[in-house]
């Protein structure tokens, strides 16, 4: 099995590449992420790579990190996950957002994903999210033993406040309180309500 390969840049678009290898050309998938970190066609590159075997096709997957790789192989392990569905996942956010966004079972930001629905969403967080803890910048480890990591609810009435035209800092903090008081049920309503209240206060 290839799991790396160094060359030069012969072509880049947005979902693959083409690299020479000592004379020999491989086509190779990429995410979004990776196509943005590539140098000009031309330079000298190095890319993580999975292979990927078929019966009719050998199919080849590259990433510029082993982290993105690494998710990308969390991702396959999931039934109904292949690997060019991971790849357009992988597109939608850098890994560190993805993984807080499985964290906190954030479905809206996954299926904001062009391509990714609400059972594929909602299949990653219940097949991933006790294993996204490595790839979680040290802040947001934090945040999450802090409980402060925003639940989907949460993110759904700061998406709301924010589209009102709300700073998300000031969002954050009223939101906060709300919901450390016992002034409101848990709906979307009473809370997005009860915060409004407080920002306009």
């Not at 890319?47 to 080849?60: F, N, S």
């Not at 807080?100 to 299926?111: D, F, K, M, W, Y």
């Not at 033993?145 to 903090?173: C, F, M, Q, V």
């Amino acid at each position: 099995m290839i799991g790396q390969l160094r060359g030069q840049l012969l072509h880049k678009k947005p979902n693959s590449l083409l690299l020479d290898v000592h004379g020999v050309g491989y086509e190779i998938f990429i995410p979004l992420t990776s196509f943005y970190e590539l140098p000009a066609e031309g330079n000298e590159v190095t890319l993580k790579i999975h292979t990927h075997v078929r019966e009719d096709a050998l199919t080849l997957f590259g990433f510029l990190t082993q982290r993105e790789k690494d998710f990308f192989l969390k991702l396959i392990s999931i039934s109904g996950i292949g690997p060019k569905l991971a790849i357009v996942i992988l597109s939608g956010a850098p890994v560190e957002e993805l993984a807080q966004a499985i964290a906190s079972g954030n479905l809206a930001r996954l299926t904001a994903i062009p391509g990714v629905g609400r059972k594929t969403a909602e299949r990653v967080v219940l097949e991933l999210k006790s294993l996204v803890t490595p790839f979680l910048l040290p802040e947001q480890i934090e945040a999450a033993k802090e409980g402060s990591i925003p639940t989907a609810l949460e993110e759904d009435i700061l998406s709301a406040l924010t589209n009102l035209g709300y700073p998300r800092s000031a969002a954050e903090k009223a939101l906060a309180v709300v919901l450390r008081s016992a002034e409101c049920e848990r709906t979307f309503e009473d809370v997005l309500r009860n915060t409004l209240r407080r920002l306009a206060g």
